[in-house]
């Protein structure tokens, strides 16, 4: 079992920046990959960013390209998200995800999940 913790949401204003973190434990393999997804009330959940597990290949979201930044440091076992000019459509729950093998944006490829942590984005 593998287990994701994440932290570092909030409220924040439109324009402004969060890091979210997600720190894994237990059965973490040498080859997992990472993922960011991320659900608004109403909505179904989304892919946000994924990256490999040496950190060569990173996959983003149309809709955060050029704003978010997913990046990982296997010393610690932990995947950032780094935020930045939020908008309030990005009001979401986020969740992190992992996964054996390479990065991938399918939702349902993922194995482990953390429980989310909201970010909300006023205007």
């Known amino acids: 079992q593998v287990q994701l913790v994440e932290s570092g949401g909030g409220l924040v204003q439109a324009g402004g920046s969060l890091r979210l973190s997600c720190a894994a434990s237990?059965?973490?393999?040498?080859?997992?990959?990472m993922g960011w997804f991320r659900q608004a009330p109403g909505k179904e959940r989304e892919f946000v960013a994924a990256?490999?597990?040496?950190?060569?290949?990173?996959m983003h979201a149309l809709s955060v390209k050029g704003r978010f930044t997913i990046s990982r440091d296997n010393a610690k076992n932990t995947v950032l998200l780094q935020m930045n000019s939020l908008k309030p459509e990005d009001t979401a729950v986020y969740y992190c995800?992992?996964?054996?093998?390479?990065?991938?944006?399918?939702?349902?490829?993922?194995?482990?999940w953390g429980q989310g942590t909201q970010v909300t984005v006023s205007s």
């Open positions: 995800a992992s996964k054996t093998g390479p990065a991938v944006t399918t939702e349902n490829l993922y194995d482990y």
């Open positions: 990256i490999s597990w040496g950190g060569r290949t990173t």
């Open positions: 237990g059965r973490t393999s040498s080859n997992y990959a």
